[in-house]
């Protein structure tokens, strides 16, 4: 089991950036593949990027490649989500999941609490 906790959240004008930080306790964090959902008032939650135990798979959703950039460092039990060039439809809660699987949205049976992003224009 792992316990999760989301940091970096806030308020950010249109085009700037900000880093999500996922803390994790327990010893076996690396073997879990990670995972960043968000979700916008109205909306579902919807997978925004992950990474695989080694970083030899990550995923990023359409709507934020080339400027969202997942990583982890396995030995802080830590995994990150940098936004770039943010943008207003960024706007939601980010949530941190963790899964023994290999990252089907529907396999993350951890979740941190999650952290407000807001983006004004």
């Known amino acids: 089991q792992v316990q999760l906790v989301e940091s970096g959240g806030g308020l950010v004008q249109a085009g700037g950036s900000l880093r999500l930080s996922c803390a994790a306790s327990?010893?076996?964090?690396?073997?879990?593949?990670m995972g960043w959902f968000r979700q916008a008032p109205g909306k579902e939650r919807e997978l925004v990027a992950s990474?695989?135990?080694?970083?030899?798979?990550?995923y990023y959703a359409d709507s934020v490649k080339g400027r969202f950039s997942i990583s982890r460092d396995n030995a802080k039990n830590t995994v990150y989500l940098q936004m770039n060039s943010l943008k207003p439809e960024d706007t939601a809660v980010y949530y941190c999941?963790?899964?023994?699987?290999?990252?089907?949205?529907?396999?993350?049976?951890?979740w941190g609490q999650g952290t407000q992003v807001t983006v004004s224009s």
């Open positions: 990474t695989s135990r080694s970083v030899d798979y990550i």
């Open positions: 999941a963790a899964t023994t699987g290999a990252g089907a949205p529907r396999e993350y049976d951890y």
């Open positions: 327990g010893r076996t964090f690396s073997s879990y593949t």
